[in-house]
């Protein structure tokens, strides 16, 4: 008992600003996208297609925020969502097909269950 108290005050005092889910909302879902990069597609041309994205994750209902990424392997994205059925809707069987249609493979797609964020760059006042 008294670990489970120790591990959840740690917590509480390491986890700074939080913003946390009403407990009536749907929970929020992060997501992590990977695309394997195709030959001959540069790090430039990649970097270039995120900017042309933008306009497009601006509008995307319940999304509520994107990190676009990208390594020697693949870029893609990790993503904050409302709740799963806003994310289930984006990744659609359309999605999956212009993905493959675009770059000739399959994206792969990880869910993660997102009770909890944290959001350093508020400004803190104690």
Known sequence: MKTRAALALTLSILSGPVMAAPADADKPVAT????KTPPGVSREMIEAGFVKAVPVYEKI?????KYFTVNDAGFGGMYLWKNRSAANAWYSSEWRARVKATYGVEPEVTYFDSPL???NTVSKSR
């Open 32 to 35: 992590l996208v990977v695309v």
């Open 61 to 65: 209902p319940g999304l509520l925020r």
């Open 117 to 119: 964020q944290i959001d």
